[in-house]
Protein backbone atom coordinates (compact mmCIF):
# COMPACT_ATOMS: atom_id res chain seq x y z
CA UNK A 1 0.00 0.00 0.00
CA UNK A 2 1.23 3.16 -0.78
CA UNK A 3 1.90 5.63 2.11
CA UNK A 4 2.71 9.28 1.51
CA UNK A 5 5.00 11.41 4.11
CA UNK A 6 5.42 14.96 4.14
CA UNK A 7 8.05 16.58 6.52
CA UNK A 8 8.19 19.24 7.83
CA UNK A 9 4.46 19.23 8.98
CA UNK A 10 5.04 22.97 9.43
CA UNK A 11 7.61 25.66 8.45
CA UNK A 12 7.59 28.88 9.34
CA UNK A 13 9.88 31.31 7.28
CA UNK A 14 10.62 35.37 6.76
CA UNK A 15 9.29 36.83 3.03
CA UNK A 16 12.12 36.62 0.48
CA UNK A 17 13.57 33.21 1.67
CA UNK A 18 13.02 30.42 -0.48
CA UNK A 19 10.72 27.14 0.74
CA UNK A 20 11.66 23.49 0.18
CA UNK A 21 9.23 21.29 0.94
CA UNK A 22 9.63 17.37 0.88
CA UNK A 23 7.29 14.28 0.13
CA UNK A 24 8.69 10.41 0.14
CA UNK A 25 6.48 7.75 -1.21
CA UNK A 26 6.80 3.80 -0.14
CA UNK A 27 5.85 2.53 -3.61
CA UNK A 28 8.15 3.77 -6.85
CA UNK A 29 5.63 2.33 -9.45
CA UNK A 30 3.99 6.05 -9.54
CA UNK A 31 1.33 6.96 -12.52
CA UNK A 32 1.78 10.42 -11.35
CA UNK A 33 2.23 13.00 -8.54
CA UNK A 34 1.00 16.35 -8.13
CA UNK A 35 1.47 18.97 -5.52
CA UNK A 36 -1.54 21.25 -4.11
CA UNK A 37 -2.36 24.52 -2.25
CA UNK A 38 -4.80 24.28 0.32
CA UNK A 39 -6.03 27.55 2.11
CA UNK A 40 -7.48 26.91 5.42
CA UNK A 41 -11.28 25.68 5.08
CA UNK A 42 -11.13 25.81 1.51
CA UNK A 43 -10.50 23.16 -1.79
CA UNK A 44 -7.74 21.92 -3.28
CA UNK A 45 -5.61 24.18 -5.94
CA UNK A 46 -3.37 22.06 -8.31
CA UNK A 47 -0.18 23.56 -8.31
CA UNK A 48 2.17 21.05 -10.29
CA UNK A 49 1.81 17.76 -11.64
CA UNK A 50 5.11 15.50 -12.41
CA UNK A 51 4.27 12.21 -14.69
CA UNK A 52 6.28 9.25 -13.95
CA UNK A 53 8.78 9.84 -16.58
CA UNK A 54 9.20 13.51 -16.08
CA UNK A 55 12.52 14.33 -13.58
CA UNK A 56 10.68 18.05 -12.85
CA UNK A 57 8.50 20.82 -13.57
CA UNK A 58 8.20 24.28 -13.57
CA UNK A 59 5.46 27.10 -13.44
CA UNK A 60 7.04 30.40 -12.02
CA UNK A 61 8.57 30.58 -8.83
CA UNK A 62 7.49 26.91 -8.00
CA UNK A 63 9.75 23.89 -9.49
CA UNK A 64 9.03 20.32 -8.14
CA UNK A 65 11.60 17.70 -8.98
CA UNK A 66 10.70 13.55 -8.70
CA UNK A 67 13.52 11.28 -7.85
CA UNK A 68 11.07 7.76 -8.65
CA UNK A 69 14.24 5.63 -7.23
CA UNK A 70 14.47 6.85 -3.99
CA UNK A 71 10.69 7.75 -3.60
CA UNK A 72 10.91 11.38 -2.81
CA UNK A 73 9.73 14.87 -4.44
CA UNK A 74 10.49 18.19 -3.53
CA UNK A 75 8.65 21.13 -3.93
CA UNK A 76 11.22 24.53 -4.48
CA UNK A 77 9.11 28.05 -3.92
CA UNK A 78 11.25 30.91 -4.59
CA UNK A 79 11.44 33.81 -2.93
CA UNK A 80 8.52 33.27 -0.66
CA UNK A 81 5.96 36.17 -0.39
CA UNK A 82 2.80 35.98 2.31
CA UNK A 83 0.42 35.18 -0.10
CA UNK A 84 2.44 31.97 -0.19
CA UNK A 85 1.11 30.77 2.91
CA UNK A 86 -0.40 27.82 3.06
CA UNK A 87 -0.88 24.13 3.40
CA UNK A 88 0.60 22.39 0.65
CA UNK A 89 -0.13 18.84 -0.14
CA UNK A 90 1.86 16.35 -2.14
CA UNK A 91 -0.44 13.43 -3.71
CA UNK A 92 0.79 10.53 -5.61
CA UNK A 93 -1.51 8.10 -8.19
CA UNK A 94 0.35 4.83 -8.48
CA UNK A 95 0.01 2.79 -11.50
CA UNK A 96 -1.87 -0.43 -10.91
CA UNK A 97 -4.46 2.35 -9.20
CA UNK A 98 -4.40 5.76 -11.67
CA UNK A 99 -7.70 7.33 -10.46
CA UNK A 100 -6.85 7.30 -6.76
CA UNK A 101 -4.85 9.95 -5.75
CA UNK A 102 -2.75 9.10 -2.29
CA UNK A 103 -2.36 12.41 -0.14
CA UNK A 104 0.25 13.19 2.37
CA UNK A 105 -0.51 15.09 5.51
CA UNK A 106 0.95 18.62 4.29
CA UNK A 107 3.21 20.67 5.59
CA UNK A 108 1.69 24.02 6.82
CA UNK A 109 3.78 26.93 5.49
CA UNK A 110 3.89 30.32 7.12
CA UNK A 111 5.69 33.42 5.29
CA UNK A 112 6.10 36.36 7.66
CA UNK A 113 6.77 39.61 6.50
CA UNK B 1 -10.13 28.32 -16.37
CA UNK B 2 -12.89 25.56 -15.78
CA UNK B 3 -14.07 24.86 -12.44
CA UNK B 4 -15.41 22.06 -10.50
CA UNK B 5 -18.45 23.24 -9.12
CA UNK B 6 -19.58 21.75 -5.99
CA UNK B 7 -22.92 22.47 -3.87
CA UNK B 8 -23.82 23.18 -0.93
CA UNK B 9 -20.41 25.03 0.37
CA UNK B 10 -22.12 23.93 3.74
CA UNK B 11 -24.56 21.13 4.74
CA UNK B 12 -25.46 20.53 8.77
CA UNK B 13 -27.81 17.34 8.36
CA UNK B 14 -28.88 15.49 12.01
CA UNK B 15 -27.73 12.06 12.43
CA UNK B 16 -29.54 9.34 10.66
CA UNK B 17 -30.84 11.90 7.91
CA UNK B 18 -29.59 11.19 4.14
CA UNK B 19 -27.95 14.03 1.95
CA UNK B 20 -26.58 14.48 -1.85
CA UNK B 21 -23.46 16.37 -2.19
CA UNK B 22 -23.49 17.98 -5.59
CA UNK B 23 -20.95 18.48 -8.15
CA UNK B 24 -20.42 20.02 -11.59
CA UNK B 25 -16.97 18.44 -13.36
CA UNK B 26 -15.38 20.30 -15.94
CA UNK B 27 -17.71 19.17 -18.94
CA UNK B 28 -14.97 17.63 -21.23
CA UNK B 29 -14.24 15.63 -18.22
CA UNK B 30 -14.65 11.71 -18.33
CA UNK B 31 -13.70 10.42 -15.00
CA UNK B 32 -15.19 11.96 -11.94
CA UNK B 33 -14.22 10.91 -8.20
CA UNK B 34 -15.27 12.11 -4.45
CA UNK B 35 -12.84 12.11 -1.93
CA UNK B 36 -12.77 13.68 2.05
CA UNK B 37 -11.24 15.36 4.58
CA UNK B 38 -11.72 14.62 8.13
CA UNK B 39 -10.78 17.80 10.21
CA UNK B 40 -7.24 17.43 10.92
CA UNK B 41 -6.74 13.97 8.81
CA UNK B 42 -5.76 13.76 5.32
CA UNK B 43 -7.54 13.92 2.08
CA UNK B 44 -9.26 10.82 1.51
CA UNK B 45 -9.83 9.10 -1.39
CA UNK B 46 -13.21 7.42 -1.88
CA UNK B 47 -14.83 6.81 -5.44
CA UNK B 48 -13.97 7.35 -8.91
CA UNK B 49 -16.80 7.17 -11.69
CA UNK B 50 -16.08 6.39 -14.96
CA UNK B 51 -19.17 5.55 -17.84
CA UNK B 52 -21.59 5.51 -15.61
CA UNK B 53 -19.67 2.39 -13.45
CA UNK B 54 -17.70 2.98 -10.10
CA UNK B 55 -14.39 2.36 -11.13
CA UNK B 56 -12.36 2.22 -7.55
CA UNK B 57 -14.22 2.19 -4.44
CA UNK B 58 -12.28 2.42 -0.95
CA UNK B 59 -13.14 0.98 2.48
CA UNK B 60 -14.40 3.76 3.43
CA UNK B 61 -17.36 3.53 0.73
CA UNK B 62 -19.35 1.18 1.98
CA UNK B 63 -22.91 0.75 1.52
CA UNK B 64 -24.29 4.11 3.11
CA UNK B 65 -22.81 5.53 0.24
CA UNK B 66 -23.66 5.95 -3.38
CA UNK B 67 -22.62 7.95 -6.76
CA UNK B 68 -24.63 8.94 -9.35
CA UNK B 69 -24.45 10.96 -12.68
CA UNK B 70 -28.28 11.83 -13.25
CA UNK B 71 -27.61 13.91 -16.60
CA UNK B 72 -24.96 15.29 -18.39
CA UNK B 73 -23.62 17.48 -16.14
CA UNK B 74 -24.09 16.64 -12.34
CA UNK B 75 -22.40 13.87 -10.24
CA UNK B 76 -23.80 13.32 -7.42
CA UNK B 77 -22.56 12.09 -3.62
CA UNK B 78 -25.75 9.99 -1.23
CA UNK B 79 -24.98 8.98 2.49
CA UNK B 80 -28.07 7.52 3.07
CA UNK B 81 -28.06 7.51 6.84
CA UNK B 82 -25.33 10.16 8.28
CA UNK B 83 -23.41 9.35 11.47
CA UNK B 84 -21.54 11.52 13.36
CA UNK B 85 -18.33 10.51 11.77
CA UNK B 86 -19.42 11.36 8.53
CA UNK B 87 -18.66 15.05 9.64
CA UNK B 88 -15.81 15.81 6.82
CA UNK B 89 -15.02 18.32 4.19
CA UNK B 90 -16.01 16.75 0.72
CA UNK B 91 -14.52 16.96 -2.52
CA UNK B 92 -15.10 16.04 -5.82
CA UNK B 93 -12.74 16.02 -8.84
CA UNK B 94 -12.86 15.31 -12.87
CA UNK B 95 -9.88 14.67 -14.90
CA UNK B 96 -9.90 14.49 -18.70
CA UNK B 97 -8.50 11.15 -19.52
CA UNK B 98 -6.73 8.74 -17.17
CA UNK B 99 -5.07 11.33 -15.30
CA UNK B 100 -2.33 12.34 -17.52
CA UNK B 101 -3.09 15.52 -17.00
CA UNK B 102 -4.36 15.63 -13.93
CA UNK B 103 -7.04 16.07 -11.53
CA UNK B 104 -9.14 19.59 -10.73
CA UNK B 105 -10.81 19.68 -7.66
CA UNK B 106 -13.89 21.38 -6.34
CA UNK B 107 -13.81 23.79 -3.74
CA UNK B 108 -15.19 21.43 -1.66
CA UNK B 109 -18.42 20.70 0.58
CA UNK B 110 -18.35 20.99 4.47
CA UNK B 111 -20.81 18.34 5.90
CA UNK B 112 -21.42 18.54 9.64
CA UNK B 113 -23.59 15.70 11.25
CA UNK B 114 -25.79 16.45 14.57
Known amino acids: KQEVTQIPAALSVPEGENLVLNCSFTDSAIYNLQWFRQDPGKGLTSLLLIQSSQREQTSGRLNASLDKSSGRSTLYIAASQPGDSATYLCAVATTDSWGKLQFGAGTQVVVTP | EPEVTQTPSHQVTQMGQEVILRCVPISNHLYFYWYRQILGQKVEFLVSFYNNEISEKSEIFDDQFSVERPDGSNFTLKIRSTKLEDSAMYFC????????????FGSGTRLTVV
Open chain 2, 93 to 104: ASSPGQGMSGYT
